[in-house]
């Protein structure tokens, strides 16, 4: 089979933050890109890619895409899990590529074509105080944004998830072990509806603003949160309580009408099918990478269309262009997508991941380019340049750990 794979490597690399790459070449010379980036746990996947299945793809014919999820799915008796599914993910995003490259097609034609123009997206604002968030968020609706995720500090506390003077915040940043953060909701709980209120005074009703919990909430805490930002009239309010408790949900919905969202950190349908089927949440949020690449997203996402939630997938500056690439396509084609968080990348990772998608007045576009449209710049995907980096963890102020 003069089409059959290849070759099939494993890029660990640092442009500016770490990312994990697949690259799949075909005999015939077309390549293939997956990003296998999971934040803080990259030389698992890598190794799980690289031991357990790069030597399974060789040979293999790179169109049966869905046959080759099924064998890296069903093939293994330990399945499911953030490592497994970003590994299978990887290798999905690669076929895709692959088969457009040899159609001539972009991936959202391939996906049934395109259901909308372009991709609504939001960005993150953030400020220790109200005036350095309005700050943020004015620059971004001056860009053309329509929608702001805004994230502000808490008096009494010294860190805040989403607060950073970084830009490029949330990279893994501890080099030597975890950073420790403090966590005490009842400052939080007081101040973030206050702040939110002041946004949206600011900015009029026309702005879609977004808010993250980041998972640390009690479910009477998150519903006391709910209810307190309802007048605010958010577009979502973000993982609540920690995902694993989805019954938990349940008792937030009883108690407010706030939109809510969840699922970055969830790998496959099954993860989503309880909160979905029974309508416990709004929005749907895994990233293409995360959640088994683009032949599993569309399933979760077509069941979520039966159910009336809608798609926005997770797009951190810690998934790598190529998921963001595989993201956007899926959104252009896919009826009940909503919304993409868009980051932002330092300037070192689009050099390095060179793509064809693009921002036009505060939306996103695929671009035309076959496949996913994304290559390498080479020179810039240095192993050296790796190093192993810890996301922080958070302390009750009685010494206890809380979820980060
Ligand atoms: C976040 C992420 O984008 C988001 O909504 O919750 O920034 C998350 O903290 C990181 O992806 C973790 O690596
Ligand atoms: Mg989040």
Redesign the pocket.
């Known amino acids: 089979m003069n089409d059959a794979i290849e070759r099939v490597e494993v890029l660990v690399s640092s442009p500016a933050r770490n990312y994990v790459t697949l690259r799949v070449t075909t005999r015939d010379g077309l390549v293939g890109l997956g990003d296998a980036t999971v934040?803080?746990r990259e030389l698992a996947v890598a190794a799980y890619l690289r031991e357990h299945v790069a030597p399974l793809l060789i040979g293999r014919d790179p169109g049966r895409i869905e046959d080759t999820w099924q064998y890296l799915y069903r093939g293994v008796y330990w399945r499911r899990g953030p490592i497994t599914m970003a590994a299978i993910g990887a290798v999905d995003l690669a076929l895709w590529d692959i088969l457009g490259k040899r159609t001539g097609q972009p991936l959202y034609a391939l996906l049934g074509g395109r259901v909308r123009d372009r991709l609504a997206t939001y960005r993150h604002a953030f400020g220790w105080d109200v005036p350095a968030l309005l700050e943020q968020v004015d620059a971004h609706r001056e860009a053309g944004f329509t929608h702001v995720r805004v994230q502000s500090g808490v008096p009494g506390l010294d860190t805040v998830y989403g607060v950073s003077k970084d830009p490029t915040y949330?990279p893994?940043a501890g080099r030597t072990g975890p950073p420790e953060e403090v966590w005490e909701p009842e400052g939080y709980l007081r101040t973030m509806p206050e702040v939110i209120a002041k946004v949206r005074a600011h900015v009029g009703d026309e702005v879609g603003l977004l808010h993250?919990a980041?998972h640390r909430l009690t479910p009477i805490q998150a519903a006391r949160l709910g209810k307190a930002l309802e007048d605010v009239h958010l577009y979502w309010l973000?993982?609540v309580t920690p995902a694993e408790d989805q019954e938990a949900l349940r008792l937030v919905r009883q108690h407010t009408t706030t939109p809510l969202a969840i699922g970055?950190v969830f790998n496959t349908a099954w993860d989503c099918q309880y909160l979905i089927e029974n309508r416990l949440i709004d929005f749907i949020r895994l990233a293409v990478v995360h959640g088994g690449g683009v032949s599993h997203l569309r399933k979760i996402f077509a069941l979520a269309e039966l159910h009336g939630v809608r798609a926005a997938p997770?797009?951190?500056s810690?998934v790598s262009p190529i998921s963001l690439a595989a993201s956007i396509h899926l959104g252009i084609a896919t009826h009940n997508f909503a919304i993409q968080?868009y980051?932002g990348y330092p300037d070192l990772v689009h050099e390095a991941f060179p793509h064809e998608w693009y921002v036009d007045q505060g939306h996103l576009h695929p671009g035309e380019a076959a496949g996913l449209g994304v290559t390498l710049e080479d020179a810039l995907h240095r192993r050296d340049d790796y190093q192993a980096a810890h996301?922080p963890v958070a302390r009750r102020r009685d010494g206890s750990m809380t979820d980060w």
């Open positions: 934040n803080g949330e893994a993250d980041h973000e993982d970055e997770h797009g951190p810690d968080e980051m996301l």
